[in-house]
């Protein structure tokens, strides 16, 4: 099992940066995908960006590539989200998520076995 608690959100200006952090226990962590997603309000949970096990691939919402990086460091246990260049409409709850697949880089919400609580990111105009 795995436990997985985002951390990082926060207010900034349109423009500007934010790095999420999802910090995960278990020691099973390398063997999950790990996800993020975001959840704007009135709107469905929306797929951002998954990296796999390894590390070494990753997955991006094509709206969002080129602004949003993942990445993971097994040895701490812990997954980030390096949003750059917000707009107002990135404004949403993040969700961090764990997913045992390993065939193909999970992107749905059914996919993934474990949430984190999310934590909200605010883009002002």
């Known amino acids: 099992q795995v436990h997985v608690v985002e951390s990082g959100g926060g207010l900034v200006q349109a423009g500007g940066s934010l790095r999420l952090s999802c910090a995960a226990s278990?020691?099973?962590?390398?063997?999950?995908?790990l996800g993020w997603f975001r959840q704007a309000p009135g709107k469905e949970r929306e797929f951002v960006v998954v990296i796999r096990q390894g590390g070494s691939v990753t997955y991006g919402a094509d709206s969002l590539k080129g602004r949003f990086t993942i990445s993971r460091d097994n040895a701490k246990n812990t997954v980030y989200l390096q949003m750059n260049s917000l707009k107002p409409e990135d404004t949403a709850v993040y969700y961090c998520?764990?997913?045992?697949?390993?065939?193909?880089?999970?992107?749905?919400?059914?996919?993934?076995?474990?949430w984190g609580q999310g934590t909200q990111v605010t883009v002002s105009s």
């Open positions: 998520a764990a997913s045992r697949i390993e065939v193909v880089p999970p992107t749905l919400v059914y996919e993934y076995d474990y």
């Open positions: 278990g020691r099973t962590f390398g063997s999950y995908a």
